[in-house]
């Protein structure tokens, strides 16, 4: 028969007690563990990423821009007068020289107030003529008059000088002496005053003809201008070149002003590139640039900056050193280079996705185990593709480039 053993139960409810305390430590214990290990790294696929090596040495700084080819020289041809087109003789692509004509207008008005200005023309110089032998006429006559005078006054001199010298002699009376003295003085006195005259009349006759001459003048500019804005309704291209462009029909009305053509010599180009206004600000005049046409790079340097930006950008003029590639022409499409400095010994890698010069951004450096950490590298001076490292990473450090927003929420990644 079973004999009956209450301290064997009491020992076995206490195994169960310390069994059960220990499983429920240890599930504690686990449970602790778990919530303090970091997630698991999340796994990038490594073929999609730009990974580059930190590099030291010399560092070319550059900025980029597109932009198209303009002519250095450009003349718009614009109308001289209000008139209508009456013929093009020439469209866009013709080769033209300073005498070609262009275009042909018509302008009757104009024309009839040619006629009328040269019709005032020949009036006022037939009235100048006229004039001119009206007052020699006179002149003349008060020359004359004073030759009369010096005459009288010559025989009068000498008949006092006769007189005086009988009046020593006793064979004439002192008053006849006198009164051939007296004779002699007045027309002396008269004479001068002849030769006044004279002086005065040559004087008058020359302002009376510059008046007269002045409005000859005025009239012959005033034809001349006509004449001139009738030569100009067959407008001519002005200079040598190709001619770009005709921004008018046949039987349009232009005013004064209005651009009629534009006339370019194509053999001397030049790049206009449109490079963005936060890369701006270290450009100046005299940079070197290299322009690709897409057919050849063309060296050259900026020549001018635009002093104020448009729609995010800035306008930079490159005169093109080199010679032009086949295929060069206005308006053209190119992509251009602009060196800032030389950097002669740079820590520096690739441009990462985001990050902006002397600022501070998170990369992804690899470890060597297959895996990447986050690490905050701070940024220098940028170029095209390149960026300055101030600090945070080390030459022969290999950092992921690309966007890696998408893990924000992750120190770590594992690359596949």
């Known amino acids: 028969m079973d004999i009956a053993r209450p301290d064997q139960r009491r020992k076995k409810r206490l195994r169960q007690a310390a ?19 970091e997630p698991a790294a999340p796994s990038v696929e490594a073929g999609t990423l730009f990974i ?6 010399p560092m070319v700084r550059q900025v980029r821009g597109t932009g198209t080819l303009v002519p250095e020289d450009i003349r718009w041809i614009p109308a001289q007068t209000e008139a209508r087109v009456e013929q093009i003789v020439l469209r866009p692509g013709a080769d033209v020289q300073p005498d070609t004509v262009i275009l042909e ?11 009328e200005a040269e019709l005032q023309l020949r009036g006022a110089e037939a009235q100048l003529k006229n004039r001119r032998v009206e007052l020699e006429s006179q002149l003349l006559t008060q020359r004359a008059s004073a030759a009369s005078i010096q005459a009288e006054f010559t025989q009068a001199q000498l008949q006092a000088e006769a007189d005086a010298e009988l009046a020593r002699d006793g064979l004439t009376s002192s008053i ?23 002086v005065m009349a040559e004087q008058a006759i020359r302002s009376q003809l510059a008046v007269q001459e002045a409005e000859v003048d005025r009239l012959r500019t005033l034809y001349q201008l006509r004449r001139a804005q009738v030569d100009n309704l067959r407008v001519r291209a002005g200079s040598a070149g190709v001619l770009q462009q005709v921004p008018v029909e046949v039987g349009a009305r232009v005013s004064p002003g209005a651009n009629l053509a534009r006339v370019a010599d194509p053999a001397r180009l030049k790049a206009q590139l449109k490079i963005a206004e936060t890369q701006a600000r270290d450009l100046q005049i005299g940079l070197r640039a290299a322009i690709d046409t897409r057919n050849g790079v063309v060296e050259g340097r900026v020549s001018r900056i635009d002093p104020a930006a448009t729609n995010g950008t800035v306008l930079v ?35 990462p996705a985001f990050g902006q010069e002397h600022g501070t951004v998170g ?19 940028s170029s095209v593709n390149t960026v300055e490292i101030v600090d945070g990473l080390r030459p022969g450090d290999r950092v992921v480039l690309s966007d890696m927003s998408a893990w924000d929420g992750f120190e770590r990644v594992r690359l596949n």
């Open 363 to 381: 990369l992804f450096k690899l470890d060597g185990t297959g895996g990447a950490s986050r690490v905050q590298v701070k940024l220098g001076r």
């Open 105 to 115: 207008l018509s302008n009757p008005e104009l024309q009839q107030a040619t006629l």
């Open 176 to 198: 006849q002496m006198k009164t051939s003295r007296s004779k002699a003085d007045a027309l002396e006195n008269r004479w001068n005053i002849e030769q006044k005259r004279l």
């Open 317 to 351: 003029d490159v005169a093109l050193d080199g010679a032009l590639p086949r295929g060069a022409r206005p308006d053209l499409t190119v992509d251009g280079t602009i060196e800032l400095e030389r950097i002669e010994n740079a820590v520096y890698v690739g441009r």
């Open 52 to 57: 580059d090596t930190v590099k030291q040495g």
């Open 19 to 37: 069994w059960a305390g220990a499983a429920l430590a240890a599930v504690l214990l686990i449970t602790l563990a778990v919530s303090r290990l």
